[in-house]
């Protein structure tokens, strides 16, 4: 099955620019810490305190159950623990001119690019975690309601203040 | 009750700069007051109405407990003070650049509105304020947060006043043309000084009553229908119906138990049928009232619409700010060959429920659709000298659509075997059911990208047409799901300021891609030439 449709015009053209920046290395335990946290609590509190309660309260539990149990939480433990170094691999961001351009998603695969001069401001957030790992969010806005903001987590403090500071200056002189 | 006199002499432009040279004679050199005023006198009354109005229930629980009777006698005075308060110090005042809207006595508050954010300044006027010549000015800003403002109420000529010298003046606050023209100056020193503005009104589009017949006839939303029953129920309710009516039922449930099958469908249908017959009547009615003597006129570059039987809106919409442009069909009137036409602006209030009830997108309520696609220059100037070469999505669209009946077939398949065994093989059904309408969806999607413009067509059973400037890009975004992403499929999304997003589906990765790097390139282009 060759490409359809076929028009010359745009078989030719040249390919668009990809995002070059990879996100720091160190987002890959912060994912697994934070956002794997809650899928390690709620494992644990299914093995070790839902098993023994289902096991003594309902009268058709049984090994077979216990199997698919198990077998659930071996799952999403190894998807908290799977998730994030395949997350962060294909993760890249970056400036073509001045785009800014981001790549992302594992199963839905994401391709976002926002011009620097319709970004009407630009944060920073840095959780309680993420602090302790070094790392910033940076968080842009167009204008609009639905789906104006745009987020690169995972990125060295520095980095990201650089961005910052980069995306302010190509933007004009402190007009932000 | 005073004769509305004062409050029109103090707009008259001429007396107003007299005025203010004679009061503020430092500040004067400053800033030029083009028009300044207070609220109608009128208002007082219908705040009175109002105030009785809520002071109806206290005084009936009064008849039973009379420290009601103090309450609602507290609560009139406390409502009337309120509103003569506001009354009196209410004051608008529009200069060469701002609008300012002071008012309050405790706490006071000035609201200073720069002109070249005011958005739109939309008049609204329920029955009650016709009567009395009233209207209700709604300004907005690009903010997102819909109205910014409330100026309730002026009276009419006030307002039509108003509204023609901030539109003359606009152009002015953002130019900073220099301010020539002596205070003492008689006639019309606001208007003076701008360049000449051609007043020439041109009429886009007058809705026949037929028009709206069809709209009404054709909307296919049983809301209206809904609205009514509900409304008659609690009338019966309150008025202690419902026992009654509960008997009635059984009785009739009886009846019903008694008659014969055929003679039962029968019945049935026809109850049927008068619910529809209903809801469509009521929704006709609906329309009727709400867009009655709709047009839309386009005076330099501001469409004005004016519409409304009980509540008149008079709606400006600067063609600077118009985000999207869509012309929509649902089935019914596809048939019919009619369609609607809407139009996103920025800061538009879609998230205010309120404001897309009352139709504040709709920039033609119904119309043949050959027509709407005709006015669509009067929408985005330049459209009509754009070629747009129409392209489909990618065939692989189908593949991804049957890819999918087959999952779903064998999802279904493998979750009713264990119960029905064979007969769960009528699920592979769906493949084939898939596989057309995917077929339907490629031969019906299509999109184009011209110099200025870009659009986009989708629809198999309704239809629908888009058209976003180019210059208005916010963002793109390109998505691909896990069948996309295995055939080489992509989602297009173009974010815009105003309105929803425009999602163009199944292009291939590569037409993804190349579209999505025009765009944005030419977005970043007009955003370097806004500054």
Redesign the interface.
């Known amino acids: 099955m060759t490409a359809t449709c076929g028009h010359a015009r745009r078989m030719t053209a040249p390919e668009s620019p990809r995002p070059p920046q990879r996100l720091a290395a160190r987002v890959v335990p912060y994912w697994i810490f934070g956002d794997g946290m809650t899928s390690i609590v709620l494992t644990g509190l299914a093995w070790f305190l839902g098993r023994p309660w289902l096991a003594d309260n309902w009268d058709q539990w049984s090994p077979a159950l216990d199997n698919v149990l198990l077998g659930l939480c071996l799952g999403s433990l190894s998807m908290a623990l799977l998730i994030p170094p395949l997350n962060y691999a294909r993760w890249r961001y970056g400036f073509v001119d001045d785009l800014l351009l981001m790549r992302y998603g594992i199963l839905f695969v994401e391709e976002r690019a926002v011009p620097v001069r319709r970004m009407q401001h630009v944060d920073l957030v840095r959780g309680p975690i993420e602090r302790l790992f070094g790392l910033a969010t940076l968080v842009v806005f167009t204008a609009g309601n639905e789906g104006s903001a745009f987020r690169v987590p995972g990125l060295p403090v520095d980095v990201a203040r650089e961005l910052r500071d980069r995306i302010v200056q190509m933007r004009g002189d402190g007009r932000l | 009750m005073p004769p509305p006199a004062p409050a029109e002499g103090a707009l008259t432009p001429g007396d107003e700069l007299s005025a203010e040279s004679a009061t503020e004679s430092p500040a004067a050199d400053e800033v030029i007051v083009l028009a300044r005023g207070h609220l109608h006198p009128a208002i007082l009354l219908l705040r009175l109405i109002d105030a009785l109005r809520q002071v109806i229930l206290p005084l009936i629980l009064g008849l039973i407990q009379p420290w009601f009777l103090v309450a609602a006698l507290a609560l009139f005075v406390l409502q009337l003070t309120s509103a003569i308060v506001r009354y009196l110090t209410l004051e608008y005042t529009l200069t060469q650049d701002e609008l300012r809207i002071r008012e309050g006595l405790l706490h006071r508050q000035e609201r200073r509105i720069p002109l070249d954010r005011i958005q739109d300044l939309g008049f609204e006027s329920t029955i009650l304020r016709r009567a009395l010549g009233l209207v209700v000015i709604l300004v907005e800003t ?1 903010s ?1 947060r819909g109205v910014e403002a409330r100026l309730d109420s002026l009276s009419r000529a006030d307002a039509e006043h108003l509204r023609e010298i901030l539109l003359a003046a606009r152009p002015a606050a953002t130019a900073k043309i220099a301010r020539s023209d002596d205070p003492a100056g008689q006639g019309e020193p606001a208007t003076a000084q701008l360049p000449p503005e051609p007043e020439v009104e041109w009429l886009v589009h007058r809705s026949t009553t037929r028009e709206l017949l069809v709209r009404g006839a054709t909307d296919m939303r049983m809301s209206a229908f809904a609205v009514t029953g509900y409304a008659a129920y609690e009338l019966a309710n309150q008025l202690g119906f419902i026992g009654q009516i509960a008997g009635i039922a059984s009785t009739f449930r009886d009846w019903l138990a008694s008659l014969p099958t055929v003679l039962l469908l029968a019945v049935l249908a026809g109850a049927m049928f008068l619910v529809v017959a209903l809801g469509v009547i009521t929704s006709t009615l609906g329309n009727l009232v709400q867009f009655h003597g709709f047009k839309i006129v386009l005076t330099g570059d501001v469409l004005q619409r004016r519409y409304g039987l009980l509540t008149t809106r008079q709606k400006t919409l600067p063609r600077a700010r118009v985000q999207r442009v869509t012309i929509e069909q649902t089935w019914l009137r596809r048939l019919l060959g009619f369609a609607v036409v809407k139009a996103d602006s ?1 800061g538009g209030s ?2 205010d429920g309120q404001d897309t009830s009352a139709g504040w997108d709709v920039v033609v309520p119904l119309t043949k659709a050959d027509t709407a696609h005709a006015l669509l220059p009067a929408l985005l100037p330049g459209i009509e000298n754009t070629y747009f070469a129409w ?2 999505g ?3 669209l189908v ?1 991804r659509t049957a890819v999918q009946g087959c999952l779903l077939a064998g999802v279904a398949i493998a979750a009713t075997w264990w119960r029905i065994e064979a007969n769960a093989l009528f699920a592979l059904l769906i493949i084939p059911i898939w596989t057309v309408l995917g077929v339907l969806v490629w031969r019906n999607l299509g999109w184009a990208s011209g110099e200025e413009f870009f659009a986009l067509q989708h629809g198999i059973i309704g239809k629908t047409f888009a058209c976003v400037p180019t210059k208005k ?10 069948v996309g ?1 295995l055939l080489g499929l ?1 989602d297009l ?1 173009v ?4 309105g ?2 425009t999602c163009i589906p199944d292009l ?1 990765l ?2 993804a ?2 579209l ?2 025009d765009l ?2 030419r ?2 282009i007009a ?2 030439q ?2």
């Open positions: 690009a997102g920025a879609r998230t392209h489909h990618s065939r692989k593949i890009v916010q963002a793109v975004v390109i998505r691909q799901g896990i992403q992509a999304t974010y815009v300021a105003g929803s997003p291939t590569r037409d891609r190349q999505c790097c944005s390139q977005a970043a955003a370097e806004d500054w």
